[in-house]
């Protein structure tokens, strides 16, 4: 079974993914520090948690995790490889994928042919072979349209490939998006916001589908989420940020009682 209750993709789950190390990580914009030598470590097959008020800095550390933006100093290493300075492709080729806090779908793509999208870094034939329809480029598009299919499976969107993702209700729009991201088999999935402005009943359908990725699939997520009702349900481990700086982590529950958080949050101590 999997989140949704549909039948789970033909994959392992990922026990040898490799660890992601953010270490010191400091960026800057015009003389203004963004995130200032911040730390943490994201284990394989665990959803990682990074919080904080608004202007945290939880963007910015996204941006340099996928090579938007570059690191002033510090490093970022996923198993043996240093990300810092890499290109967002260069990173998407180590196998790590994000989805955004707003919505970036082809307007007038079916479902089908946006999760599509996610499976080009994967193709191997080339436009000749494709024109040319040669026997090698067919099977590798039906084998990609069956791992398509078995994709929007898991997030619980089989009925809807035909259908335009952008005439979709807008939890279901938010799925495709995560659909395409775990249409690029990543290792590390970065996920920007992914329940803001739903309802509660797509809010925890999707909470549904990002617990199954990790606990099905095995991928390491890193997620970004100002709903903490999800954060402390998802999360085997957060990271608070505040002016850009670390100021607390751990198991959600510690994560919860801690006074330097409480004050980020609410301006006072932590009731003892």
Do not use: W
């Not at 290493?77 to 810092?84: I, K, M, N, P, V």
């Not at 089908?112 to 080009?120: K, W």
């Not at 998802?234 to 006074?259: E, K, M, N």
Request: glycine share 12%; hydrophobic share 45%.
């Amino acid at each position: 079974m999997t989140a949704t209750g549909d039948a789970t993709p033909h994959r392992a789950a990922q026990a040898d993914a490799p660890v992601l190390h953010v270490t010191d990580v400091t960026v800057r914009f015009a003389g203004l520090t963004a995130l200032d030598a911040v730390s943490f470590t994201v284990e394989p097959g665990s959803v990682h948690a990074v919080i904080g008020p608004n202007g945290a800095g939880k963007s910015t550390c996204f941006n340099v995790l996928s090579g938007v933006y570059r690191a002033a100093s510090g490093s970022i290493r996923f198993g043996g490889t240093e990300l810092t300075g890499l290109a967002p492709h260069a990173v998407a080729a180590l196998g790590i994928a994000r989805t955004f806090q707003n919505l970036a779908l082809p307007p007038h793509a079916t479902v089908a042919d946006s999760l599509m999208l996610g499976r080009h870094r994967l193709t191997r034939s080339g436009f000749l072979a494709a024109g040319l329809r040669l026997p090698s480029a067919a099977r590798e598009g039906r084998q990609h349209r069956e791992r398509v299919r078995e994709i929007a499976a898991f997030v619980g969107l089989e009925r809807d490939l035909a259908h335009p993702a952008g005439a979709l209700p807008y939890g279901k729009q938010k799925l495709v998006e995560l659909g395409r991201a775990l249409c690029m088999e990543p290792k590390l999935l970065l996920l920007d916001e992914p329940v803001a402005g739903m309802t509660g009943d797509e809010r925890r359908q999707t909470a549904a589908v990002i617990a199954g990725v990790r606990d099905s699939l095995g991928i390491s997520i890193v997620l970004v989420e100002h709903d903490m009702g999800v954060v402390m349900r998802l999360a085997d481990a957060v990271t608070v940020l505040d002016f850009g700086r670390r100021i607390g982590g751990g198991t959600p529950a510690r994560v919860q009682s801690d006074p330097a958080v409480v004050r980020a949050y609410l301006g006072e101590e932590a009731t003892p």
